[in-house]
Each structure stands twice: as C-alpha cells, then as structure tokens.
C-alpha cells in the first residue's frame, strides 16, 4: 500500500508540476515522505506577492509599482528570500510571515507561506493552523486545500483529507482526482 501511494503521489506530482507550470502555479507536494519543493515553488510564491487575488491589502503591482513597495510586499519577499536561502533561514521566514500578518492580516499569501514553510520543517500541526487560516480568507483557493489534505494525510486524519478532496470536487478543480487517487490507494 504504501508503495502504491508513493506511486501515485509521484504520478500526481509530475500531473501537478505540468499542471502549475502551465497555469502559474505551485504546490508543496509529497513523495515517499518527502516534500519537494520544485523551482515553480518559488515563482508562484514571487508572483502571489503581487497577486490581488490572494489578499485585500495589495493593489496587484508588478516590479517597480507602488503596490512593490508596501510594507507587506517587502515582508512577503523578505520570507520568500529566507526560504530560497542555503540553507533556508526557516526563523527569518517565520518572523517576516508574521511581520506580513501584522500589516494585513487579511491577506492570505503570509498563511500560505506559512504552511508551506511548517511543512518543509515537518510541523505539520502548525501548517495545519496556517492553511487553515489562508482558507479563511479565500475559501475557494484549492491549491490551498489541496496542500491541507496532503498534510492531513501526512498526519494519517484520512477523514479531514477526504473533507478537503470533497471541496476541491465542488470547486472543480483538477487537483481532486489527484488527491483523490492519492488518497484511496
């Protein structure tokens, strides 16, 4: 069994990859216990910061706008910096999440830095809380709830990560038959 879900964890990652590549996404995905991180990653985590989708408090600039230059972008793109560190700078990341937090706490991006950082480390109850939080400020983001339910599956809640495949299925997104397969097998 748990060498067919690896399988199709790595079947579901390269799907994903193809997938986000394609659409300017990214997720954090998990193979034999692992989490990869691919280079797309981080240029979906660059463009979020200046995505107006993922939260009230950016007005959506690109490089050199004045959105650029709030103290939230600079928050976001100073944890961003910490991650793509060697080694990443896991402390530094947090504190600028936080620091993100603090200056729009309605602004779902720091949330989803967060739980992606968390996992990396393997504090997966504290990605929990972060996706969570995301999820609360933009209930339809089903990367979001795609990278909660591998985390609950990590966490062996099969049930929680079935209640996040459901969403994922009323959202219509692509990613509930990955996770679906991924779960079931």
């Known amino acids: 069994m748990h060498r067919t879900l690896s399988i199709c964890l790595r079947t579901a990652a390269l799907a994903i990859s193809q997938l986000c590549v394609l659409a300017g996404a990214g997720a954090s995905l998990y193979v034999q216990g692992q989490v990869t991180d691919p280079p797309y990653i981080h240029t979906y985590h660059e463009e979020t910061i200046r995505d107006p989708r993922f939260g009230p408090g950016n007005s959506g600039g690109g490089i050199g706008s004045p ?3 709030t103290p939230l972008t600079r928050a976001l793109e100073q944890a961003e910096s910490a ?3 060697s080694p990443p700078r896991y402390a530094d990341a947090e504190r600028a999440y936080l620091k ?4 729009d706490a309605r602004d779902a ?5 967060l739980g992606r950082m968390y996992v990396a480390q393997n504090l997966f109850t504290n990605a929990v809380n972060s996706y969570k939080k995301a999820i609360e400020i933009r209930p339809k983001l089903a990367l979001v709830h795609y990278n909660l339910a591998l985390v609950y599956f990590r966490l062996n809640n099969k049930e ?5 495949q459901k969403i994922l299925e009323r959202l219509k997104s692509p990613l509930a038959k990955s996770l679906e397969a991924a779960i079931n097998n």
């Open 67 to 69: 959105a650029s230059s």
């Open 83 to 85: 991650l793509k560190a």
């Open 160 to 164: 929680e990560a079935l209640k996040e």
């Open 109 to 113: 991006r720091a949330y989803v830095g």
């Open 100 to 103: 993100a937090t603090y200056f």
